[in-house]
């Protein structure tokens, strides 16, 4: 395998096909060789390009024994103006595109324009290096070098996608004061922000948010200071309150018709999957089997909705999620929990098929289903422990897991 099975220039996120969220999860597989040194009194003919092929090598054991995981990309930057990178060349590593010309400042965490824009170099070291990187789940062995609390303050979407977002929060109705400090679209759309960042709690959203750059404060419409040098994160207690008062349900069906707006049809596959926030607030959402990003959302009903006065549950939410978001032509794939009959038919009905697992839970279905199997191929495990049920418009059909 080599780079270009990667598709990668100087834009890693879009060309290895990263989502925000995965890059900020898997940026630590890739390593950079940050300084490369041959002392003039030591040169010999090929000696730059033999160390680093000898050093690539020995790279992936030698972090992992340091770090317990293997990375999967090496990358570096030389100087245009002053070297060819020809030892790297000869090395095995391949030019990949000139960077955009900026230098970090750490210390106040932001990016200014150098003016000096370097070569791009990087060296697969793992022949399935790309496939993993886009994959939706990483490998058990790969977790040491997954960064599941990043902070990561990429914003998930671009300027027309945010602008046409802020557009549709707008026509949430504000359930607030008129002198309150930020206007209900602004949090709104950093909650929403939060949300496809990974972010699943109300600190956690206000955390990221104070880490966004100016520009970025800006897009997303957050008031200046006085001085109009600065303009200051909203606070937890201002998102609290918010959230409070505003109507859930007007919110999630201001989310889904912004999301359903670009889509003809539904991608093939959603996967459902539900959520608790701050272990109170249950939110249930349809995904994207292959991007991860979200379909259609709901919220739970935090009222009684029965006799028994019990809040609305997963299940409960899941059904309503099946009969009002458009479903033609998707497959929705759930855990055991979804596989029963009611919800089953709500999906079949709304043009979908269902692909819900099976487990001992329910005997009767299981067995049943395994008696179904055991008229399949001989190549399928003698005792499994679990099946998978695939529901189609044609009918019901099982198949072993």
């Known amino acids: 395998m080599n780079v270009t099975d990667l598709h990668i220039s100087t834009d890693r996120v879009n060309d290895i096909g990263w989502t925000d969220s995965q890059r900020a999860e898997r940026i630590g597989l890739i390593v950079q060789n940050r300084r490369f040194l041959v002392l003039a009194k030591t040169r010999m003919p090929n000696l730059a390009s033999r160390a680093l092929a000898l050093a690539v090598n020995a790279l992936p054991a030698a972090w992992e024994q340091a770090h317990g995981y293997r990375p999967l990309l090496a990358e570096t930057f030389t100087d245009i103006e002053a070297f060819e990178g020809t030892c790297y ?19 106040a965490d932001y990016f200014f324009r150098n003016d000096r824009p370097k070569k791009l170099w990087l060296r697969v070291l793992h022949r399935h290096a790309g496939a993993m990187l886009r994959a939706i789940e990483m490998p058990p062995e790969y977790a040491a070098g997954l960064n599941l609390n990043s902070p990561e303050r990429a914003l998930p979407l671009r300027s027309a996608e945010l602008e046409s977002l802020r557009d549709v929060l707008r026509e949430v109705p504000d359930p607030q004061a008129s002198n309150r400090k930020f206007p209900c679209s ?44 600065f303009r200051p994160a909203p606070s937890y207690t201002a998102i609290y309150n918010l959230l409070c008062k505003i109507d859930p349900h007007g919110f999630a069906a201001a989310l889904n018709d912004w999301l359903a707006a670009p889509h003809g049809t539904l991608p093939r596959g959603l996967a459902i999957d539900g959520k608790y926030v701050r272990n109170l607030v249950l939110t249930l959402c349809l995904s994207e089997h292959e991007s991860g990003a979200p379909a259609s959302i709901a919220i739970a009903e935090q009222a009684p909705v029965s006799e028994e006065n019990k809040k609305e549950g997963e299940l409960t939410c899941a059904r309503r999620l099946y009969a009002t978001t458009p479903l033609h032509g998707a497959t929705v794939t759930g855990d055991a929990l979804n596989c029963e009959p009611q919800s089953i038919t709500l999906v079949v009905e709304n043009g979908a098929d269902a692909l819900f697992q099976l487990k001992a839970n329910q005997p009767t279905a299981l067995q049943h289903a395994m008696n179904l199997a055991a008229n399949l191929s001989p190549l399928l495990p003698a005792n499994p422990t679990n099946c998978t049920m695939a529901v189609g418009n044609g009918g019901f059909t099982r198949s072993m897991r």
């Open 186 to 229: 602004s949090l709104l759309l950093l909650v929403a922000m939060g949300l496809l960042a990974g972010r699943k709690s109300i600190a956690a959203i206000q955390r990221y948010g104070r880490l966004l750059t100016p520009k970025q404060r800006s897009t997303l419409g957050w008031p200046s200071n006085k001085e109009g040098t």
């Open 89 to 107: 060349k000869a090395a095995g590593w391949q030019p990949c595109g000139i960077t955009k010309g900026f230098t970090r400042e750490h210390r």
